[in-house]
Structure formats: structure tokens, C-alpha cells
């Protein structure tokens, strides 16, 4: 869903980021550093810091795309490098939260009796799934994956929202539940174009 804004975004900054000193790889190295820092920052229980920490990793995510087409520097392993440390950085905030759940940093709060790092470890696998099956379904020769309600963009602003209004336990149920409905979709897209 929010792909195409991102895309959208990344064309209207094209003029504007040429002046950008960074390669493409830093910028998305740095922000890979930001999300580890949003980790720790919610392993001491600071859900407003991590939650500002993601969008600022975000910013980054979006700018390292912008200022390689700027640039005319797009590599395919720049898109691997990216793809490879945005799985990262989903894992190392989502370890954060369930360390500052487990040690009590992080207020435990439970759904259906179920403690909040259990949601965490759930929402990861959902994540996980959602590139899996995007990346195995391209590579069997489906063009294009991006669809579904849950992309990568929008469970960051769920989690964002979740840390900054303190329903942290709400987000990651959502989380939970629309990346496991995104896979599905996704599922049912390859299947169809495979036939």
C-alpha cells in the first residue's frame, strides 16, 4: 500500500538529494545503525524514543533508493544490501522490545493470556514470512509481489504508532494478524500467476 507513496516521495526528492555525499550503501548501512540504536533504546523501555528512532532508520530507508537513481549508481547487490538489512533491522527492534518485555523494562502487558514477547516472536515470524514468500515467489518468475495490506512500510507505522500511543501490545497483535493475512495474499497472487 504505502510502496507507491514511497515511490512517489523518492521521485519528487530525486532533484534534491543528488547533493548527498553518501553513497547509496552507507545510507542504508546508517539507517540498519538507527534501527539497532531504536533497539536498544526500546530494550530500556523508551517506547517514544524507539518508535521516533524507526522513523528516522525510515527516513534513511527511503532516501538510499532516491539518491542511487539520482546518482545513476542502482546495483543489484545495492538492492540485496537493502533487502538484507531491512530484514535485519525488522529482527533487531522486534529482539529489543522482547528483551525490555522480559526484563521488565518494557511494561508486560498479556491478550488472551498471551505475554507480549509471545506477540513480538509471532509478528517476526509474519515479517519473515512476508519477504519469504515475496522473494521465493519472484524468483519462480512472478514480476512483481508488491501487494498486500501489511508491506514492510506499513507494519513500521503500525509499530510507530503502537510505541508513540503506548497501544504497543495492540500494534504488534495487528502486526500479527495483517502479515499473516499479507502472506496469504501474497500466496494466492503467485499462485495464480505461476498457473
Same mark, same amino acid.
Given at each position: 500500500m504505502f510502496n507507491e507513496l514511497?515511490?512517489? #516521495? $523518492?521521485?519528487?526528492?530525486?532533484? &534534491?538529494?543528488?547533493?548527498?555525499?553518501?553513497?547509496?550503501?552507507s545510507l542504508t548501512i546508517i539507517g540498519l545503525l538507527i534501527s539497532v540504536w531504536a533497539a536498544v533504546v526500546f *530494550?530500556? !523501555?523508551?517506547?517514544?524514543? !524507539? !518508535?521516533?528512532? #524507526?522513523? &528516522?532508520?525510515? &527516513?534513511?530507508?527511503?532516501?538510499?533508493? *532516491?539518491? @542511487? $537513481? @539520482?546518482?545513476?549508481?542502482m546495483t543489484v547487490f545495492g538492492a540485496v544490501l537493502d533487502s538484507t538489512c531491512d530484514?535485519?533491522?525488522?529482527? #533487531?527492534?522486534?529482539?529489543?522490545?522482547?528483551? !525490555?518485555?522480559v526484563t521488565?523494562? #518494557?511494561?508486560?502487558?498479556?491478550?488472551? /493470556?498471551?505475554?507480549? +514477547?509471545? +506477540?513480538?516472536?509471532? @509478528?517476526?515470524?509474519? /515479517?519473515?514470512m512476508v519477504s519469504y514468500v515475496r522473494s521465493r515467489a519472484e524468483s519462480a518468475g512472478v514480476s512483481s509481489m508488491n501487494i498486500g495490506i501489511a508491506e514492510r512500510p506499513e507494519r513500521m507505522l503500525i509499530l510507530v504508532a503502537g510505541s508513540l500511543s503506548g497501544y504497543l501490545l495492540e500494534s504488534l497483535v495487528l502486526i500479527v494478524i495483517l502479515t499473516h493475512i499479507?502472506?496469504?495474499?501474497?500466496l494466492l497472487?503467485?499462485?495464480k500467476e505461476l498457473s
Open positions: 514511497k515511490d512517489t #516521495i $523518492r521521485s519528487s526528492i530525486l532533484p &534534491f538529494v543528488k547533493w548527498i555525499p553518501l553513497s547509496p550503501n *530494550a530500556t !523501555g523508551n517506547l517514544i524514543g !524507539g !518508535g521516533l528512532l #524507526i522513523l &528516522f532508520s525510515g &527516513f534513511f530507508d527511503m532516501i538510499d533508493g *532516491a539518491v @542511487a $537513481r @539520482a546518482k545513476d549508481s530484514r535485519y533491522a525488522d529482527a #533487531i527492534v522486534f529482539v529489543g522490545i522482547i528483551y !525490555g518485555s521488565g523494562t #518494557i511494561v508486560q502487558s498479556n491478550l488472551f /493470556s498471551v505475554p507480549l +514477547w509471545f +506477540w513480538v516472536v509471532l @509478528a517476526i515470524i509474519g /515479517s519473515y499479507t502472506m496469504v495474499q501474497r497472487y503467485a499462485k
